[in-house]
Every structure is written in C-alpha cells, then in structure tokens.
C-alpha cells in the first residue's frame, strides 16, 4: 500500500503560477496528475514513467506545466505556469505499481486526497 499526500494548491489570478507536490510512502513506476473540474470527467494532465523518465502532457497543458520528480524524496512535482480559468479542478496525484503509465486513470492503483486550485480571471 503507497500512501500519497498532496500540497500546493491553491487560489491564483489567470497568468500566475502554482507547483504541486506529491509524496509517496514508497516507490511506484508509473506517476501522474490527473484533474477534475465540477461536472466535468476526470481527465489525464500529465504523467511520468520512473523508470525511463519520460513524461506526457495533455495538450491542454503542454508548454505551460512540467512534471518532475525527485526519487530520493518520493516526491512528485507539477509546476503550473501561466494559469488559466479553465485549469480550475481537483488536482489529484495518483500512482501505479507498474509499467503501462498509459493506462486510463482506472489503472491508477493509488490515489491523493486532492488539491484544489482555482484560477480567476
């Protein structure tokens, strides 16, 4: 069982910045961040492979957020720049034992609590 706790939401004007973290009680391959407007699906927003490093963004993001980690701290990062209204969601960090990091989010075995951030234009 991996344990993962969010932090760094929050509430910003259209053009900030916010970075996210995430820490795992452990090691897992596959890490992402997801997101959830109100009324909307939850939808991928970008994920990284441990293993080999490689990330993916949707293309709503690319460009503006990058994800990062810092293995010897099992802590997954999401820096968010130049925000927009339409980036206000849940921000949920959640991980997956194995490879296959493109996996619906179904496939994501452990879950955050959430981070909200909201963007105001």
């Known amino acids: 069982q991996v344990q993962l706790v969010e932090s760094g939401g929050g509430s910003v004007q259209a053009g900030g910045s916010l970075r996210l973290s995430c820490v795992a009680s452990?090691?897992?391959?596959?890490m992402g961040w997801f997101r959830q407007a109100a009324g909307k699906e939850r939808e991928r927003v970008a994920h990284i492979n441990f293993g080999s490093g490689s990330t993916f963004y949707a293309d709503s993001v690319k460009g503006r957020f990058t994800i990062s980690r810092d293995n010897a701290k099992n802590t997954l990062y999401l820096q968010m720049n130049s925000l927009k209204p339409e980036d206000t969601a849940m921000y949920y960090c959640?991980?997956?034992?194995?490879?296959?990091?493109?996996?619906?989010?179904?496939?994501?075995?452990?879950w955050g609590q959430g981070t909200q951030v909201t963007v105001s234009s």
């Open positions: 959640a991980a997956r034992p194995g490879a296959g990091c493109f996996t619906g989010a179904n496939g994501y075995t452990y």
């Open positions: 452990g090691y897992t391959y596959c």
